[in-house]
T-cell receptor, first 113, second 116 residues
Framework: DQQVKQNSPSLSVQEGRISILNCDYTNSMFDYFLWYKKYPAEGPTFLISISSIKDKNEDGRFTVFLNKSAKHLSLHIVPSQPGDSAVYFC????????????WGAGTKLIIKP | EAGVAQSPRYKIIEKRQSVAFWCNPI?????LYWYQQILGQGPKLLIQ????????DSQLPKDRFSAERLKGVDSTLKIQPAKLEDSAVYLC??????????????FGPGTRLTVL
């Protein structure tokens, strides 16, 4: 049973435009969500997070939106740059769960010049 | 600040052989995680340590996998004997503390295991 789903295996976006990566979850107990970015042959690196008490968190070009009623979150990258080409993972956790992360399968983002 | 170190980076073995992976977390990080990432999937937690104690190993196949974290620093993950389905990238991560809301995990580069 996949509790965190990233339904788009890949996404291609023109450089300078907006990239929108989506993530859905089924467990209503999740209260903290994170996005990680992964380059080939490297481990994932933390990008941005959001607590369930918020509906938006922004950090430079990256913004994460959370829609609790729809159990949906999205990552917006504006403007997209070639260095953003990577695999993006959505992860979720429940507070007081030993900080265990449940991960989606990832979306490969390709930024076209 | 040095990141999470892992070795080896790549390993190819025959099925039924044994293999061990090593991880050195970021200095001062009390929590250490081992993940298995199969191609096309997200990381799956195998075991989580807090200092040198096991917090959760519910998804560790204990008939063949074992892990230890002596002295609360370095950790080793062992597979004995390996099966074809163990082919994956094994990721080690560490975090300063064991709480969400600020304890994001820092990952090593991983060990890519191929079982033939």
């Amino acid at each position: 049973d996949q509790q965190v789903k990233q339904n788009s295996p890949s996404l291609s976006v023109q450089e300078g435009r907006i990239s929108i990566l989506n993530c859905d979850y089924t467990n209503s107990m999740f209260d903290y969500f994170l996005w990680y970015k992964k380059y080939p042959a490297e481990g994932p690196t933390f990008l941005i997070s959001i607590s369930s008490i918020k509906d938006k968190n922004e950090d430079g070009r990256f913004t994460v939106f959370l829609n609790k009623s729809a159990k949906h979150l999205s990552l917006h990258i504006v403007p997209s740059q070639p260095g953003d080409s990577a695999v993006y993972f959505c992860a979720a956790s429940v507070t007081d769960s030993n900080y265990q992360l449940i991960w989606g399968a990832g979306t490969k983002l390709i930024i076209k010049p | 600040e040095a990141g999470v170190a892992q070795s080896p980076r790549y390993k190819i073995i025959e099925k039924r052989q044994s293999v061990a992976f090593w991880c050195n977390p970021i200095s001062g990080h009390a929590t250490l995680y081992w993940y298995q990432q199969i191609l096309g999937q997200g990381p799956k937690l195998l075991i989580q340590f807090q200092n040198n104690g096991v917090v959760d190993d519910s998804q560790l196949p204990k008939d063949r996998f074992s892990a230890e974290r002596l002295k609360g620093v370095d950790s080793t993950l062992k597979i004995q004997p390996a099966k074809l389905e163990d082919s994956a990238v094994y990721l080690c991560a560490s975090s300063l503390r064991m709480t969400s809301g600020g304890g994001e995990q820092f990952f090593g580069p991983g060990t890519r295991l191929t079982v033939l």
